[in-house]
């Protein structure tokens, strides 16, 4: 079992809890006939089957984890208190059931004592005062709260990861951006770089023409005065 995954089993395995601390507070109050009272008592019975399972898997998932290595070990340590505190509330629960007078009395601050918040050894080792907001309130009601929490967190992520996929989306378009500006630079670098060949190969042209022009031109000069120098010795005197 993956990290991750641990962590979503557990929750499993903590909201099967807190089903089970409903059904017991239900059969506290004595609601039932007796033959809705066994079939809870059943019910009960077998989702603390199920939740010692969990646990137990969970326990074994953690150890393998912890071997690998693929937790740090604060976070080990933590999500060992999380299962033992889980394993204290269903033995409490087995013996609220079995009517063990030395467990402690179970009641309705079970649900809001989630692991982590209880205190063993004091007035309840199920956890916090309940919810000033959650005083009165049935537990179909508070079932019904929780419910549009969860309803709530599951909008407000599915919004986050809409703006994330925007955002990659956009950083895509970003990047292909780029990737097309850069290929033009590169093809500017490369008209720049011809561009500058050809105006070294004509500059070079033009002093070798240069150079020429004046060549000739000395040379138009002294046969000018060869000429001149002849005319005159053969002028008659």
Do not use: Y
């Amino acid at each position: 079992m993956e990290a991750e995954s641990w962590l979503l089993q557990f929750e499993v395995a903590r909201r099967l809890a807190q089903d089970i601390a409903e059904k017991l507070h239900e059969k506290q109050r004595g609601e039932s006939d007796s033959s809705g009272a066994a079939k809870l008592t059943v019910s009960i019975r077998l989702s603390l089957q199920s939740l010692n399972r969990e646990l137990a898997h969970l326990s074994d998932s953690l150890i393998q984890t912890s071997a690998f290595k693929s937790i740090t070990q604060r976070e080990a340590e933590r999500r060992q208190n999380l299962l033992d505190e889980l394993r204290t509330r269903s033995r409490q629960m087995e013996g609220t059931l079995e009517g063990n007078p030395g467990q402690m009395e179970f009641g309705r601050a079970g649900l809001f004592g989630g692991p982590g918040s209880g205190r063993v050894g004091t007035e309840s080792t199920w956890g916090s005062e309940e919810p000033e907001e959650m005083r009165g309130l049935s537990f179909s009601q508070i079932r019904q709260q929780q419910q549009q929490i969860i309803h709530e967190q599951d909008e407000g992520l599915d919004a986050l990861s809409a703006i994330i996929a925007r955002q990659k989306h956009m950083g895509e378009n970003i990047g292909d951006e780029i990737d097309t500006q850069n290929e033009i630079i590169d093809d500017l670098t490369h008209l720049v770089d011809k561009t500058n060949s050809k105006i070294h190969q004509e500059t070079r042209l033009v002093g070798t023409v240069d150079r020429k022009a004046g060549t000739c031109g000395m040379l138009v000069v002294i046969v000018l005065l060869l000429i001149a120098i002849v005319v005159v010795a053969a002028w008659p005197k």
